[in-house]
């Protein structure tokens, strides 16, 4: 699984991350998630009806499926909510920085405790031993025997299982570069690979696997949706930073003038040269970019002003770094409002590197 940063980066005039009153907020967590609204009552005595600890029909146990998901998507967003506002007070760093800290280092840790507790329930349901789960997902069961392997010993218990299956680091990274994909951790080709671990002839494991079906399928739905969460979160902070969801194509262009407008840049003060950054606008043109491509939400109305008070509309990247005039309206030129938008996508960039 890929490697990632544990703690966010620190600046000057920022708090560290470890530093910030996290028992504080997860109490308002709490509260928010303690409290329960009156129309809520019916929801709830149906959940306390589907837990009671009795067989339950296929029905049911779709019902308690969706019960343990909606739970773990009321808590990541209401962790959102008390981490952006409580960043937004004590943190002076950049506010789209803050954005995707929380993503990064609140929710996504969060998502991955939270889901190892739901695959735990999943268990009630399922009937499928712990046994079984550890000889199909634990890397060190049986114990490794040939040098070069991983060395480990086989897990204990369910917690250890599952947190060698799902680290907390599971679903960190995700906006990296745009890593939108994440290996699902039960799937048959995970259980094909560890063949070869049994040099003596190994148990056939498809037939493991097919019987530990029950808790395999709610197991990987909730893995794919808890991941599907934590990737719309960040794209809600793809929409604060770029005004839109970037599509595969335009995030590697974007990438690329990114990394090209890092090399440029001054890196003490920050300041690029007007010649350096027409190159810029230039390779953007080459990529097949469009200006508005390139300018957050207040650069694009500039630009919509600036078009219709020109004859001719602006057609390419290099035609923004020409305007430098600044219209009254606004608080900066087109090009202003290019300079500002490349330096607040290196930020975040470099806040998930």
């Known amino acids: 699984m890929k490697r990632v940063r544990t703690k966010p980066p620190t600046r000057s005039g920022a708090i560290h991350w470890r530093d910030l009153p996290h028992s504080q907020w997860e109490v308002e967590i709490s509260q928010m998630l303690g409290f329960r609204q009156a129309q809520d009552a019916y929801r709830d005595a149906r959940s306390l009806w589907i837990r009671e600890p009795r067989e339950?029909?296929?029905?049911?146990?779709?019902?308690?499926?969706?019960?343990?998901?909606?739970?773990?998507?009321?808590?990541?967003?209401?962790?959102?909510?008390?981490?952006?506002?409580?960043?937004?007070?004590?943190?002076?760093?950049?506010?789209?920085?803050?954005?995707?800290?929380?993503?990064?280092y609140a929710v996504a840790p969060r998502a991955a405790r939270l889901l190892r507790g739901a695959l735990k329930d999943c268990l009630y349901i399922s009937k499928v031993s712990f046994d079984t789960l550890r000889l199909l997902f634990d890397p060190f069961y049986p114990p490794p025997t040939a040098r070069g392997e991983m060395q480990g010993k086989p897990a204990r218990d369910l917690n250890q299982l599952l947190a060698r299956i799902i680290p907390d680091t599971a679903f960190q990274g995700l906006a990296s570069k745009h890593e939108s994909t994440r290996g699902q951790p039960f799937h048959i080709s995970r259980v094909k690979s560890r063949v070869t671990r049994w040099p003596g002839g190994s148990p056939d494991l498809m037939k493991v696997y097919s019987s530990a079906k029950s808790w395999i399928e709610p197991a990987s739905f909730l893995w794919a949706?808890?991941?599907?969460?934590?990737?719309?979160?960040?794209?809600?902070?793809?929409?604060?930073?770029?005004?839109?969801?970037?599509?595969?194509?335009?995030?590697?262009?974007?990438?690329?003038?990114?990394?090209?407008?890092?090399?440029?840049?001054?890196?003490?003060?920050?300041?690029?040269?007007?010649?350096?950054?027409?190159?810029?606008?230039?390779?953007?043109?080459?990529?097949?970019?469009?200006?508005?491509?390139?300018?957050?939400?207040?650069?694009?109305?500039?630009?919509?002003?600036?078009?219709?008070?020109?004859?001719?509309?602006?057609?390419?990247?290099?035609?923004?770094?020409?305007?430098?005039?600044?219209?009254?309206?606004?608080?900066?030129?087109?090009?202003?409002?290019?300079?500002?938008?490349?330096?607040?996508?290196?930020?975040?960039?470099?806040?998930?590197?």
């Open 225 to 353: 949706s808890v991941l599907f969460e934590v990737k719309r979160q960040h794209r809600e902070v793809d929409l604060e930073i770029y005004g839109r969801w970037l599509d595969a194509q335009e995030q590697r262009a974007l990438n690329e003038i990114v990394e090209l407008y890092m090399r440029h840049r001054d890196p003490r003060t920050g300041r690029i040269s007007q010649a350096d950054l027409l190159k810029i606008a230039e390779h953007a043109d080459h990529l097949g970019m469009k200006p508005h491509e390139l300018l957050g939400k207040e650069g694009r109305k500039c630009l919509s002003d600036v078009n219709r008070r020109n004859e001719k509309s602006i057609a390419t990247v290099s035609e923004i770094v020409r305007q430098r005039y600044r219209l009254p309206i606004h608080t900066r030129s087109l090009q202003g409002f290019l300079r500002k938008f490349l330096s607040d996508a290196l930020r975040d960039q470099r806040s998930i590197a």
């Open 56 to 104: 339950l029909t296929p029905m049911e146990q779709h019902e308690y499926l969706v019960q343990l998901l909606g739970e773990i998507l009321v808590e990541l967003r209401v962790c959102r909510d008390v981490y952006r506002k409580g960043l937004d007070a004590v943190n002076r760093d950049s506010k789209l920085n803050r954005h995707r800290y929380t993503v990064e």
